[in-house]
């Protein structure tokens, strides 16, 4: 299009008294550059149209990035954060989605709509990863009106789980129990940063007691007291933390009362 109005295309017709129209959101251009306005009559329209450059502003988000601080299988957890547009505009809010796509596909809004200062997002521990969820995605959003085409992420699930439990009872006494709980450290543990041990009813840890306090990352051992009564507690589980969460589902090992 041009300013003369050729390669025109109607968007709007507006009854005389009036002297604005409005543009639908996410109307293509086509390649036209003008917006031209025309008079009519009942007869005839204006030949010659009066008209300005448009520019078309591109209000996106860049840098978005989430790690994952639910360390259960196919759960998620943590923050998704953003840097803000080089260009405002008339960006009032930023949403942010799981979804299964960089295009926004399936998605599943993450929280509420996050003022146009804030460039966080906050994702609840113990988010399945439902309708295979792989990326988070940012869209900007002027008023009601929501960008079409989001910033995003690609998603990685951190698992991170102790395994090779072992404990060997030294108290001599019936009913209760002493001596070192062993395990071993996750392969990937970059979000892992304590682990905490408990005497439970079941694999679970469903009814469970903690032993001592939590054992920072890079240690894989702790103490059981001599004269810990045994009572109803038949294993030892172990739990990964992060610095948002407490895994969910421990790993655990059946105790011997020696």
Not at 48 to 55: A, P, Q, S
Not at 79 to 107: C, K, Q
Not at 181 to 197: C, D, K, L, Q
Not at 201 to 224: E, M, W
């Amino acid at each position: 299009g041009t300013i003369l109005g050729a390669g025109r295309s109607l968007v709007n017709s507006i009854l005389a008294g009036t002297n604005e129209a409005f543009l639908a959101p996410n109307l293509p251009t086509g390649g036209r550059g003008f917006i031209v306005v025309y008079a009519r009559s009942v007869l005839v329209e204006q030949t010659t149209g009066v008209g300005t450059l448009t520019f078309d502003l591109v209000c996106s988000v860049t840098g978005v990035n989430f790690t994952d601080k639910d360390l259960d299988f196919d759960e998620l957890g943590g923050a998704v954060i953003w840097e803000e547009p080089v260009v405002f505009g008339s960006v009032t809010h930023y949403v942010a989605y799981l979804a299964s796509d960089a295009a926004g596909s399936n998605r599943s809004q993450i929280g509420l709509d996050v003022p146009f200062e804030y460039q966080v997002a906050y994702l609840d521990p113990e988010q399945p990863i439902i309708n295979t969820y792989s990326h988070a995605v940012v869209y900007t959003k002027a008023g009601l009106v929501e960008q079409s085409k989001p910033a995003s992420f690609e998603i990685t699930d951190k698992f991170s789980t102790v395994t090779g439990i072992a404990f060997v009872d030294k108290d001599m006494d019936t009913g209760d129990l002493g001596g070192t709980v062993f395990w071993i450290e996750p392969a990937e543990n970059s979000e892992v940063t304590h682990y905490a041990a408990y005497i439970a009813t079941d694999p679970s840890g469903a009814v469970r007691s903690q032993i001592g306090s939590f054992v920072p990352s890079g240690t894989n051992t702790i103490i059981l007291p001599i004269d810990c009564t045994l009572a109803s507690f038949m294993y030892v589980v172990v739990y990964t933390r992060s610095s948002l969460i407490e895994q969910t589902t421990p790993d655990s090992f059946l105790i011997f009362d020696s």
